[in-house]
C-alpha cells in the first residue's frame, strides 16, 4: 500500500469515529429531552397532586380497627377505594392503600366528598400509613370518643 492510501484510510476511519461519537451524543440528548417531557407529563396529568393528607376517625372496638373519613374531590365522578392491608410484625403496621376509579370522559367539575370506611383486625398497639394512587401521604388519625361508633360518623375538619 502507498502512503497516500494508508492516510486514506486512518482519516476515514478517524472520520468514522468522530461520527459516531457525535450520533451518541445527539441520542444521549434525544433521551434526555424526553425523560424530562415525560416527567412533565405525568405530573401535569396527577388530578390528585392536592391530596397530600388524609383525616380520619379511629375507633377500636373488639380487637378491630375501624377508620372512617372522607376526601374531597373536584368531580362526583370520582369514587374512592380503600383497601387495608395488616403487614405481619408487632406491633401490626396496616396500610392504607387509597385508589380512584373514574370512568367517565366527562364530568361537572363540582367538588364532591367521597367517604370511606377502612375495617382491620390487628393489636390495639397497631400502626398505621397510608397511600394515595401508590404514592405515600400524611394520614391524620382522630380517636374516637367514648361510646361513639363508626356508624355514627360525621366529622368536621377545618384546614
Not at 383497601?83 to 392503600?97: D, G, K, T
Request: aromatic share 10%; hydrophobic share 45%; net charge negative.
Amino acid at each position: 500500500m502507498s502512503q497516500k492510501s494508508i492516510i486514506l484510510v486512518i482519516v476515514l476511519f478517524a472520520l468514522l469515529i468522530l461520527g459516531m461519537f457525535i450520533f451518541a451524543q445527539m441520542k444521549n440528548n434525544e433521551l434526555q429531552e424526553e425523560t424530562q417531557n415525560e416527567s412533565l407529563e405525568v405530573v401535569a396529568e396527577d388530578p390528585y397532586a392536592d391530596i397530600t393528607r388524609i383525616d380520619a376517625k379511629h375507633y377500636f372496638i373488639g380487637g378491630e380497627h375501624t377508620l372512617v373519613g372522607e376526601i374531597s374531590f373536584k368531580t362526583p365522578c370520582d369514587l374512592l377505594e380503600v383497601e387495608p392491608l395488616v403487614r405481619e410484625s408487632f406491633p401490626e403496621q396496616i396500610e392504607l392503600s387509597f385508589s380512584v376509579i373514574n370512568n367517565s370522559d366527562e364530568c361537572p367539575q363540582i367538588p364532591t366528598a367521597q367517604r370511606f370506611k377502612a375495617e382491620a383486625k390487628a393489636s390495639e398497639k397497631a400502626t398505621f400509613f397510608a397511600t394515595f394512587m401508590g404514592r405515600p401521604v400524611q394520614l391524620n388519625l382522630i380517636p374516637a370518643g367514648e361510646g361513639e361508633v363508626p356508624e355514627d360518623f360525621e366529622i368536621f375538619i377545618k384546614g
